[in-house]
Structure formats: C-alpha cells, structure tokens
C-alpha cells in the first residue's frame, strides 16, 4: 500500500523518469539536434547560392556592357574611316540624291493626281480624247471632234477649270471618216498643248 502511494501520489518525477527510458530521451535530443543542423544547413547553401548566382549576374552583365564599348568603339572606328573614303563619300551623295528624288517623286505623283480630277471635272462633249501626256507641265492632247464648235466649247470648259492653251496651236485638221461603235464618224483630228493651272506650277 505505501509503495502504491509513493508510486500514485509522492512519486511523480520518479514515475515520469520511469516512463522516459535514457535511450528515448537521447533519440529525442538526437534528432531535434539532427532537424537544427539540417535547417542551419539549408539556410547556408541557400545563401550561399543567392550569393553566387548574384555574382554570376553581375559578371555577365560587366561582360556584357564591356562588349557593347567594345563593339561601339569599333564602329566609331569604323566610321570615321568611312567618312575618309572617297566611295564611302559617293555612296552617301547617291543615298541623299534618291531621297531628294523620291520627295520630288511623291510631290509629282500628288500633282498627276490632283491633276487628273481636275481633267475629269470637264465632260468632252463632242470630243474623243485618244491621248493625254503630262510633259514640263503641260499636258498635250490629241484626239477627235466632230466640229469646230465642239472643240472650241470644250477648250473653253478647261480654259474655266484653268487649263489654258497655248498661243501657237496645231492648224484645224479636215475632217475624216472613222469608224467608232460600229458606225462611220466624220470628225476632225486636233492636237492640243495645255498648259497646267497655277496650282501645279513647279515650286
């Protein structure tokens, strides 16, 4: 009964210390011990790696940046050599030429436009236009009409839309059978020198 109550009631520490056996508690600490340098462990090589990766990133980028001068003074070299040759020279006239001449280009290909609904802004009633040319700003025009009347209403359509003619024209041409649609036409052959409006005077 006493050993009972030493065991139940006085004997606590004794009962806990019978229960923990030496080799449990020393597996315990073992591996508590084991997990510590497990996590200091870790924590060293992952330090480690982001130390070294941040090293390695900073030397790619100072190889990067030293080869970028490094290509940079080569081109200043470059080029200050070109600039010395005499075909180098050429070359950069003949590439300021065509760029001036695809200025005058597009400047030319808005006028021949602009141009043009100007022209087909006048109906040529009684009159068949078979060629127009656009020569030093003048358009020259040869065609048909069937009378004197017609052409010189039609002339003085263009005259209005700003096409003026020029003083010295081609003489009134006879008239001559042709055949248009099918069917025998007499009309008069012409040829005509206009000279552009204003608006499309060279600057």
Request: net charge neutral; charged share 15%; proline share 4%.
């Amino acid at each position: 009964m006493g050993c009972a109550r030493w065991f139940i009631v006085g004997g606590g520490q004794a009962m806990s210390d019978f229960n923990l056996l030496p080799w449990r508690e020393q597996l315990r600490h073992s591996r508590i011990r084991s997990w510590q340098w497990g996590c200091v462990l870790s924590s060293v090589a992952t330090v480690s790696m982001v130390y070294g990766l941040d090293r390695a990133w900073d030397g790619w980028l100072a190889e990067q940046h030293a080869q970028q001068q490094q290509a940079e003074q080569t081109m200043a070299l470059w080029q200050g050599e070109l600039k010395s040759d005499a075909e180098w020279q050429a070359r950069t006239r003949l590439a300021q030429q065509v760029q001036h001449d695809w200025v005058q280009l597009r400047q030319q290909q808005t006028r021949a436009w602009q141009v043009m609904q100007q022209w087909l802004s006048v109906p040529p009633r009684g009159v068949q236009i078979e060629r127009v040319m656009w020569r030093d700003q003048q358009c020259q025009v040869s065609g048909w009409a069937l009378s004197a009347g017609h052409w010189q209403n039609w002339q003085t359509a263009l005259a209005v839309a700003g096409f003026s003619p020029q003083a010295e024209q081609s003489p009134w041409a006879e008239a001559q059978w042709r055949q248009a649609d099918e069917l025998s036409v007499k009309q008069h052959p012409f040829q005509l020198t206009l000279t552009l409006p204003a608006l499309w005077a060279k600057p």
